[in-house]
T-cell receptor, first 107, second 113 residues
C-alpha cells in the first residue's frame, strides 16, 4: 500500500542548529515526492519537490530509494523556519500525505 | 500567481444543518480537491474532481458530497452536519498535467455546535 510516514509529530531545535525532518514512503514504482510547509496563519504551500533538485530557503531534500526516504534538511535553523511541514507522495492524480511534523525553532 | 479562494475563513453551524463550503480558483486548473486537516492526522482527502461534473471519492467521503458545475468552482456539502465534522477544511487545485504541485486556499475553520 502507498504510504507516507513522518515519524516525528514535533521537533524542537535551537536556532543555528541543523534540522532534519524525516519522511519515509512506501510506493511501488518511481516516486514523485514533495515537501509542503504551513507557517502560522498562512496557507499550505509547496516548499520543494525532489525532481527540481533545488534548495529553497536553505532547505534541501534528497530522495534515497534504497532507504525509501525523502528527509528534509537545513544546516542552520532560523526562527522563521518554525512551521508545520508535510511530506507528500504523488500517486494517481492525488497526493498521499504524511501526518506532518511541527518544527519549533528555539531562540 | 495562482489564487484559490475559499468563501469563508470561519464558519459556525449547528448539528443537522446543511453546510456549503465554496472554493474558486483562477488558473484554469482541471483538478480540484477538498481536504480536512486535523492535528496529528495530517491532510485527509474527502473528494476530488478532475473535470467539470466529475468527482471521485477520497479517503473519507462519508457525510460529504461535492459539486463541480463550473471548472473554476468546487463546492463541498455537509448534508447534515455533525460535531465530528468540526475541522479545518482546505481546498486545492492543480493542473491536469501529472505530478504538478497543488495550490491551496486559506482554509475554512468550521465549528459544528
Amino acid at each position: 500500500a502507498q504510504r507516507v510516514t513522518q515519524p516525528e509529530k514535533l521537533l524542537s531545535v535551537f536556532k543555528g542548529a541543523p534540522v532534519e525532518l524525516k519522511c519515509n514512503y512506501s510506493y511501488s514504482g518511481s516516486p514523485e515526492l514533495f515537501w509542503y510547509v504551513q507557517y502560522s496563519r498562512q496557507r499550505l504551500q509547496l516548499l520543494l519537490r525532489h525532481i527540481s533538485r533545488e534548495s529553497i530557503k536553505g532547505f534541501t531534500a534528497d530522495l534515497n530509494k534504497g532507504e525509501t526516504s525523502f528527509h528534509l534538511k537545513k544546516p542552520f535553523a532560523q526562527e522563521e523556519d518554525s512551521a508545520m511541514y508535510y511530506c507528500a507522495l504523488y500517486s494517481n492524480y492525488q497526493l498521499i500525505w504524511g501526518a506532518g511534523t511541527k518544527l519549533i525553532i528555539k531562540p | 500567481d495562482v489564487k484559490v479562494t475559499q468563501s469563508s475563513r470561519y464558519l459556525v453551524k449547528r448539528t443537522g444543518e446543511k453546510v456549503f463550503l465554496e472554493c474558486v480558483q483562477d488558473m484554469d486548473h482541471e483538478n480540484m480537491f477538498w481536504y480536512r486537516q486535523d492535528p496529528g492526522l495530517g491532510l485527509r482527502l474527502i473528494y476530488f474532481s478532475y473535470d467539470v461534473k466529475m468527482k471521485e471519492k477520497g479517503d473519507i467521503p462519508e457525510g460529504y458530497s461535492v459539486s463541480r458545475e463550473k471548472k473554476e468552482r468546487f463546492s463541498l456539502i455537509l448534508e447534515s452536519a455533525s460535531t465530528n465534522q468540526t475541522s479545518m477544511y482546505l481546498c486545492a487545485s492543480s493542473p491536469r498535467v501529472s505530478n504538478q504541485p497543488q495550490h491551496f486556499g486559506d482554509g475554512t475553520r468550521l465549528s459544528i455546535l
